[in-house]
């Protein structure tokens, strides 16, 4: 069966995709100022390999999404597994248990003993944006520029990377991701859709 994808539904894949290190408390950090071109490299590359060194990430997450539909926002709560390359595992347990795997190109789910699946593939409008985070997540800024403008804001200590899609069909259904961190912990990843809706992950604590 084929898995319909809504703008949410992506919004919370791609927050996930973000994870690759051990999640520090979390905190939704205050804009910081621009970074300032750093004497011992540019600090988008720094950045760019402490997250490559991460291979495995497995943490705690909270999630709230803002649907200009609903009254009130939706939250929910569980678990979160990044392996490297590719694979990536997002288990919900509240308010209602749901599995998100995504693994080489397809994205299944499985909710109340059934599961669906689609393949990324057939989403050209959204396939770059999931490849350009994982190229984020593997230190390929060439690929990640391919498709997103960056700014990266603070410093290393205390960071937030401003990613905006280049790529047309993209930039139709997401206006901007914020990710913030400190050094290779990443704290949240927030999705701002062009229909106005928007989703804020917030990730830890670490998990064994």
């Not at 905190?27 to 011992?40: D, N, T």
């Not at 190109?105 to 770059?128: D, F, I, K, N």
Request: proline share 7%.
């Amino acid at each position: 069966m084929r898995l319909p994808l809504s703008g949410c539904a992506i919004g919370t894949l791609l927050a996930a995709l973000a994870l690759t290190a051990h999640a520090a408390n979390p905190a939704a950090a205050s804009a910081p100022a621009a970074v300032a071109a750093s004497p011992a490299g540019d600090p988008l590359d720094e950045l760019l390999r402490e997250l490559a060194a991460h291979r495995r990430g497995h943490v705690a997450f909270t999630e709230v999404q803002y649907l200009a539909i609903l009254d009130r926002p939706l939250e929910s709560s569980g678990e979160l597994l990044y392996e490297a390359p590719d694979r990536l595992e997002k288990h919900t347990l509240e308010p209602r248990p749901e599995t998100l795997t995504l693994e080489h190109g397809m994205l299944s789910a499985t909710r109340g003993g059934r599961t669906r699946t689609v393949e990324l593939a057939a989403h050209p409008q959204l396939a770059p944006l999931i490849e350009s985070l994982r190229a984020t997540l593997s230190g390929d800024r060439s690929a990640l520029e391919q498709v997103f403008s960056t700014r990266l804001e603070g410093d290393l200590a205390h960071w937030r990377l401003r990613l905006t899609p280049r790529n047309r069909e993209t930039a139709r259904v997401v206006k901007e991701v914020l990710i913030s961190g400190e050094h290779a912990k990443l704290q949240t990843v927030e999705i701002f859709q062009t229909d106005g809706d928007h989703s804020l992950l917030t990730l830890g604590p670490e998990l064994p």
